[in-house]
Each structure stands twice: as structure tokens, then as C-alpha cells.
């Protein structure tokens, strides 16, 4: 079945280094990609998404390109802030009758200022 | 808007008891979902609704009682909790079906089975 693989945390960075989290999925179809982020005690938020293959989805200075030819959707930002701390999940959906989103494990991100 | 409400935040319960996970929106949402969160699986999803009255199992449907009789609330039923069952549950809503229906998420329930 569909599935999301995304590279294990934690993932520790100093305030304004680079940060890449590597998504990689499986699926069947054609399926629609999106970052979800999980600040400390709230529940998940959409952060980005893209619905085709070359789509870049942009939010909050954060991007990801969806590849199909490398299945990858990898979140990116130039210079992270120590409010960027949080858990990162890749998750796809293919848009059926269930609506369900298949997730990732989660990467916790934290910035030290 | 008080967007996606779940209560209680924490829960500990006994094998064997039974309890209910409150999900509320106020948007106006037709679509609405449970999932569960484990460590190092993820979120799966347990069951969903379409609409008032209509329920449908999700992946993980075992020992969850669902019903959705107004659009607003989605009450989760754990009829006989088991440590199995010991998870962080999320509730989830979108204005229908379709990935351009941006899903919006509760701030999730820690619920342990001892």
C-alpha cells in the first residue's frame, strides 16, 4: 500500500543554518503531497502542500518540490528561527473517498538560538 | 472560531473501562476523522464521517464505537479500553472530501491504559 518515509529526528540546528527534511513516499496513483508541523502541545497544522508532480509548495519562508520522478518531497527553509522548533510530518493523500492522510513518522526539528 | 475542540486533553484509564473522546467543530465541516498517534508510526487513521449519520472504519477501526449524529460533534467510544490503546488521539475536519479541503486538526488527547 501507499506509504512515507521521512528521515529520523532529532534534527538539531543552530538559529538561521539551513535545514532539509528528506520525504520520500510510495504510492499507486498520483497522489497529492503535504508538511504538516506540530508545535509543542497544539495539535498538527498544514504548513504546505502540492497536488502535482513539479508543484513547489511555499509557506512561512519553508518550501518543498514535488519529484515524481525521485517520489521525494523535500521540506526545506534558508534560515531557521528557534520558533521553527516543532515536529515535521510528511503525509500524502490520493484524494478517495476516505480522505485519509498517510503519514510519516515525524521529524522533531530543534533550533538553538 | 474556536476550530477543532477535543476534550479531556489527558485521560488514565483501567483495563476494561470504557470512556468517550470528545471532538467538536465549529466550522461548519462535513468531513470529520480520528486518528492515533504512536511512536514511530505515525498518525493512522481509525474511523471517519462524511456527514451526520454516516460513519465509516479508517484503517485501525478495532475497539472504536463511532457515531455522528450532528454535523458538529464526532465522539470517539472506547467500549472496553485496553493497554493496546494507549495513544495520543487526534480529531480532524474539512469542509468536504478532496485534497483541496484543507484538514484542520485538534489539539489531541493523551489517553494511557493501565
Known amino acids: 500500500g501507499d506509504s512515507v518515509t521521512q528521515m529520523e529526528g532529532p534534527v538539531t540546528l543552530s538559529e538561521e543554518a539551513f535545514l532539509t527534511i528528506n520525504c520520500t513516499y510510495t504510492?499507486?496513483?498520483?497522489?497529492?503531497l503535504f508538511w504538516y508541523v506540530q508545535y509543542p502541545g497544539e495539535g498538527l497544522q498544514l504548513l504546505l502542500k502540492a497536488t502535482k508532480a513539479d508543484d513547489k509548495g511555499s509557506n512561512k519562508g519553508f518550501e518543498a518540490t514535488y519529484r515524481k520522478e525521485t517520489t521525494s518531497f523535500h521540506l526545506e527553509k534558508g534560515s531557521v528561527q528557534v520558533s521553527d522548533s516543532a515536529v515535521y510530518f510528511c503525509a500524502l493523500s490520493d484524494g478517495g473517498a476516505t480522505n485519509k492522510l498517510i503519514f510519516g513518522t515525524g521529524t522533531l526539528l530543534a533550533v538553538q538560538p | 472560531n474556536a476550530g477543532v475542540t477535543q476534550t479531556p486533553k489527558f485521560q488514565v484509564l483501567k483495563t476494561g473501562q470504557s470512556m468517550t473522546l470528545q471532538c467538536a467543530q465549529d466550522?461548519?465541516?462535513?468531513?470529520m476523522s480520528w486518528y492515533r498517534q504512536d511512536p514511530g508510526m505515525g498518525l493512522r487513521l481509525i474511523h471517519y464521517s462524511v456527514g451526520a449519520g454516516i460513519t465509516d472504519q479508517g484503517e485501525v477501526p478495532n475497539g472504536y464505537n463511532v457515531s455522528r449524529s450532528t454535523t458538529e460533534d464526532f465522539p470517539l467510544r472506547l467500549l472496553s479500553a485496553a493497554p493496546s490503546q494507549t495513544s495520543v488521539y487526534f480529531c480532524a475536519s474539512s469542509y468536504n472530501t478532496g485534497v483541496n479541503n484543507e484538514q484542520f486538526f485538534g489539539p489531541g488527547t493523551r489517553l494511557t491504559v493501565l
Open positions: 466550522m461548519n465541516h462535513e468531513y
Open positions: 504510492a499507486t496513483g498520483y497522489p497529492s
